[in-house]
């Protein structure tokens, strides 16, 4: 997403410094990352080469059209604002392109420090949850530590065991959520991980369930109650969720809601939005002409 891409914005009202600010970064995710030609993307780019779209701006030139012109990926991808923290603060606001020497150690920074801004997304919400509160101390204290690698500079970011924090930080997060739906008395079922790729669930309970990471491709989820459901890092890529409950549901995020499908009985965060590509009103279903409307045969 470059400059004047729809920026993403996250659940909460947190910190700005995790709202992307496309205005405050150089398009490093029109750059950094390799890019397949697929259902996301029109086109293959490899690591580290601007995309075609990317103007001297550091703007997309097609920003307005992107699902038009086969980019949803694009709109859905939420760096959650770890473009302008590499942008301003590590590189000092030295951009890629007049400052060829270090572009090479900023496309390095960039992914390292995405996976940072993330966790201190998840545990910027985390420290929301009340009935975390005996994890409190401990979610700070993470928060905190993931703040201080942050800070750090090129050489440092890029040295960093990610993984091993990210893996800390996680173990963490599951506590807390396992901890928030017990106390809610909403301990559902465990989908974690799950493939759950086109899976039929209209309908379903899924109150409190552990669906971390959960595969919902293209899942039919209308009507279904996701209250108090841990979401964690599952993936909605064209989710159905059309009369779907989510206004209660934990770690769920905007690119998450943009990248499913739905409509106004989608129940949403109050804090989250409909994305503009959603079906935002409701078409009643067409009879055929001259036939007249049958009701159901009881059974």
Same mark, same amino acid.
């Given at each position: !997403?470059?400059?004047?891409?729809? *920026? ?26 390799? =890019? #397949? ?7 293959? /780019?490899? $690591? ?6 990317? %103007? +001297? ?13 086969? =980019?949803?990926?694009? @709109? ?8 302008? %923290? ?13 400052? +060829?020497?270090?572009? *090479?150690? !900023? =496309?390095?920074?960039?992914?390292? !420090? ?16 009340? +009935? ?43 506590? @807390? ?41 293209? *899942?039919?989820?209308?009507? $279904?109650?996701? @209250? !108090? ?29 943009? $990248? ?10 109050? $804090?989250?939005? #409909? ?19 049958? /009701?159901?045969?009881?059974?």
């Amino acid at each position: !997403m470059s400059r004047n891409a729809e *920026a993403v914005v996250p659940p909460t009202d947190g910190p700005a410094s995790l709202r992307a600010d496309c205005e405050r970064c150089f398009g490093l995710c029109c750059v950094v990352p390799a =890019f #397949s030609a697929s259902s996301d993307f029109a086109l293959d /780019k490899p $690591a580290g080469q601007a995309c075609r779209n990317l %103007q +001297p701006d550091f703007r997309c030139g097609i920003h307005r059209d992107l699902r038009e012109r086969g =980019f949803p990926g694009c @709109t859905v991808f939420d760096c959650f604002g770890a473009g302008q %923290q590499v942008s301003q603060v590590t590189f000092g606001g030295r951009d890629w392109r007049t400052d +060829p020497e270090n572009a *090479a150690r !900023m =496309f390095e920074v960039f992914p390292v !420090m995405r996976q940072l801004h993330e966790l201190l997304w998840y545990l910027t919400e985390a420290l929301a949850l009340r +009935p975390a509160d005996p994890l409190r101390t401990e979610l700070g204290a993470a928060r905190d530590e993931t703040e201080r690698l942050g800070g750090g500079d090129p050489e440092t970011l890029v040295g960093l065991d990610v993984a091993t924090h990210r893996q800390n930080v996680n173990a963490l997060l599951l506590r @807390t959520s396992e901890l928030v739906r017990s106390r809610a008395g909403r301990s559902g079922s465990d989908h974690r991980g799950a493939d759950l790729v086109g899976a039929d669930l209209r309908g379903a309970d899924l109150a409190g369930a552990n669906l971390r990471g959960a595969y919902l491709i293209g *899942a039919d989820l209308r009507g $279904a109650d996701l @209250t !108090m459901a841990d979401l964690t890092g599952a993936d909605l890529r064209g989710a159905n969720l059309r009369g779907a409950d989510l206004r209660a549901t934990i770690f769920l995020n905007q690119a998450q809601v943009d $990248a499913a499908k739905g409509d106004v009985t989608t129940g949403l965060p109050p $804090a989250l939005r #409909s994305p503009a590509h959603w079906q935002l009103s409701i078409t009643p279903a067409r009879r055929p002409a001259g036939k007249p409307h049958r /009701k159901p045969r009881r059974r």
